[in-house]
């Protein structure tokens, strides 16, 4: 399972796939040239064919132009990760890499040079006397490449669009909620406030990991499975993307048995050297308040940006919000895993927080906020109301009202009576 999660998250996959297909293509039309053609009970159309030199002529050009081609593919992408970087958030460049679309692109380019060079290398007089296809086939394939290239233009440049960058977080956080919630929707889970009774076990085990990283993938279910068959219960302090150190215990396994190995047990997670948005959230909606954060910093202001930042933020907290637990409970006759899960005050906190400290004296910005308050408390229940009621008092301690005007200060008293009365409702 570990090495399959590393080779879906591989930039390489993609790229080796179209590599090794050329390659095969280039065998293939060998084989035809030598064995096929040679012998067609009918004359194929004269202008499929070519001689040698001018199929070799064909290839070489069509090798050293693809090779061009890939060069400013690798340029463009450069350019797009420093935008990415400077403008949005360093966060977000892996998006851009990883994206499938991307990934296609190189290997078609890296495929069709790749072809051109094989094919030259097998055009041998030695071998083929008379006419051949190679040319013709790297011809059909230069001229994909050509449309393949005119689409990747475009797909920066809406890449490079921010309402585009935020609409793929806001799938990529979607994705992941309703990840998390079918997880939950499961028989033998539970998402509870308190945690559970448990009943004494005689021996306690430590599990720990062998290297410092981030917690990339935890398969719950995996450490329920174990748990189950060896009778024991297991405790999880550690949330998807925490960083832990090596040594530092991941699980504490209490069972009645004796148990001297936990193989299996480790197989159910993986550290990297990064956090990732799979199976976590959390870490989807930061790469969001990354973006509002970097909208918000002087050099890059752009409330506009901020504003969609804050609309999404608002239905992705309110998603979050459907199921609000402090544990993660999986059990059949008894207990057999509790996992953490960050408690809705932290969680608010986290979002919007360090937002508060870059409004001190953004009166549309707070405006947004309160509206954003009001929308997530609309569909929350009280104990989650409470908790924006605390989020309000340290925004309005953070903020200036001083420099409001007479006009703002009746749009904000606007906003404020509407999220008063969500949250006494």
């Given at each position: 399972m570990?090495?399959?999660?590393?080779?879906?998250d591989?930039?390489?996959?993609?790229?080796?796939?179209?590599?090794?297909?050329?390659?095969?293509?280039?065998?293939v039309?060998?084989?035809?040239?030598?064995?096929?053609?040679?012998?067609?009970?009918?004359?194929?159309?004269?202008?499929?064919?070519?001689?040698?030199?001018?199929?070799?002529?064909?290839?070489?050009?069509?090798?050293?132009?693809?090779?061009?081609?890939?060069?400013?593919?690798?340029?463009t992408?450069?350019?797009?990760?420093?935008?990415?970087?400077s403008?949005?958030?360093?966060?977000?460049?892996?998006?851009?890499?990883?994206?499938?679309k991307t990934?296609?692109?190189l290997?078609?380019?890296?495929?069709?040079?790749?072809?051109?060079?094989?094919?030259?290398?097998?055009?041998q007089?030695?071998?083929?006397?008379g006419?051949?296809?190679s040319?013709?086939?790297?011809?059909?394939?230069?001229?994909?490449?050509?449309?393949?290239?005119?689409?990747?233009?475009?797909?920066?440049?809406?890449?490079?669009?921010?309402?585009?960058?935020?609409?793929a977080l806001d799938?990529?956080?979607?994705?992941?909620?309703?990840r998390?919630?079918?997880?939950?929707?499961?028989?033998?889970?539970?998402?509870?406030h308190?945690?559970p009774?448990?009943?004494?076990?005689?021996?306690?085990?430590?599990?720990?990991?062998?290297?410092n990283?981030?917690?990339?993938?935890l398969?719950?279910?995996?450490v329920?499975?174990?748990?189950s068959?060896?009778?024991?219960?297991?405790?999880?302090n550690?949330?998807?993307?925490?960083?832990?150190?090596?040594?530092e215990?991941?699980?504490?396994v209490?069972?009645?048995?004796?148990?001297?190995?936990?193989?299996?047990?480790?197989?159910?997670?993986?550290?990297?050297?990064?956090?990732?948005?799979?199976?976590?959230?959390?870490y989807a909606?930061?790469?969001?308040?990354?973006?509002?954060m970097?909208?918000?910093?002087?050099s890059?202001?752009?409330?506009?940006?901020?504003?969609?930042c804050?609309?999404?933020?608002a239905?992705?907290?309110?998603?979050?919000?459907?199921?609000?637990?402090?544990?993660?409970v999986?059990?059949?006759?008894?207990?057999?895993?509790?996992?953490?899960?960050?408690?809705?005050?932290?969680?608010?906190?986290d979002?919007?927080?360090?937002?508060h400290y870059y409004?001190?004296?953004?009166?549309?910005?707070?405006?947004?906020?309160?509206?954003?308050?009001?929308?997530?408390?609309d569909?929350?229940?009280?104990?989650i109301?409470?908790?924006?009621k605390?989020?309000?008092i340290?925004?309005?301690g953070?903020?200036?009202?001083?420099?409001?005007?007479?006009?703002d200060?009746?749009y904000?008293?606007?906003?404020?009576?509407?999220?008063?009365?969500?949250?006494?409702?």
């Amino acid at each position: 399972m570990k090495f399959l999660n590393r080779f879906k998250d591989s930039i390489w996959i993609i790229p080796v796939m179209h590599s090794v297909a050329s390659i095969l293509l280039a065998l293939v039309i060998v084989y035809f040239n030598y064995y096929i053609l040679p012998n067609l009970p009918f004359k194929i159309p004269f202008f499929l064919q070519t001689s040698m030199d001018l199929a070799r002529t064909i290839l070489w050009v069509i090798s050293s132009a693809l090779l061009t081609m890939t060069t400013i593919t690798f340029s463009t992408i450069m350019v797009v990760l420093t935008t990415y970087s400077s403008q949005y958030s360093p966060r977000v460049l892996k998006d851009f890499v990883n994206d499938p679309k991307t990934l296609h692109v190189l290997g078609i380019f890296m495929g069709g040079f790749l072809y051109a060079i094989m094919s030259l290398a097998f055009l041998q007089e030695t071998t083929f006397g008379g006419e051949v296809i190679s040319a013709i086939v790297g011809v059909m394939i230069s001229i994909a490449c050509l449309f393949v290239f005119v689409y990747f233009v475009q797909h920066v440049a809406s890449s490079i669009q921010i309402i585009n960058l935020i609409n793929a977080l806001d799938k990529d956080i979607s994705y992941e909620i309703e990840r998390e919630e079918k997880l939950f929707a499961r028989e033998e889970v539970q998402v509870l406030h308190k945690e559970p009774m448990i009943r004494v076990y005689l021996n306690t085990y430590d599990v720990t990991v062998s290297r410092n990283g981030y917690i990339q993938y935890l398969n719950l279910l995996g450490v329920f499975r174990w748990a189950s068959a060896n009778d024991a219960f297991v405790e999880i302090n550690h949330k998807m993307g925490s960083f832990l150190t090596e040594d530092e215990v991941i699980y504490k396994v209490h069972s009645n048995s004796e148990i001297t190995a936990f193989d299996e047990l480790n197989a159910t997670y993986i550290l990297g050297k990064e956090r990732t948005i799979a199976n976590n959230p959390d870490y989807a909606i930061q790469k969001m308040v990354d973006v509002t954060m970097r909208a918000l910093s002087p050099s890059t202001y752009d409330p506009f940006t901020v504003n969609q930042c804050l609309d999404y933020l608002a239905v992705a907290m309110r998603e979050r919000f459907r199921e609000t637990g402090h544990f993660i409970v999986l059990k059949d006759e008894a207990v057999r895993v509790i996992a953490q899960r960050t408690p809705v005050k932290r969680e608010l906190y986290d979002v919007f927080g360090q937002i508060h400290y870059y409004i001190r004296e953004e009166t549309t910005v707070y405006i947004k906020l309160l509206q954003v308050y009001t929308l997530i408390g609309d569909a929350s229940p009280d104990y989650i109301k409470d908790e924006i009621k605390e989020l309000v008092i340290h925004l309005n301690g953070v903020f200036n009202e001083e420099i409001l005007e007479p006009l703002d200060l009746e749009y904000v008293n606007v906003e404020r009576e509407k999220l008063n009365e969500v949250l006494e409702a």
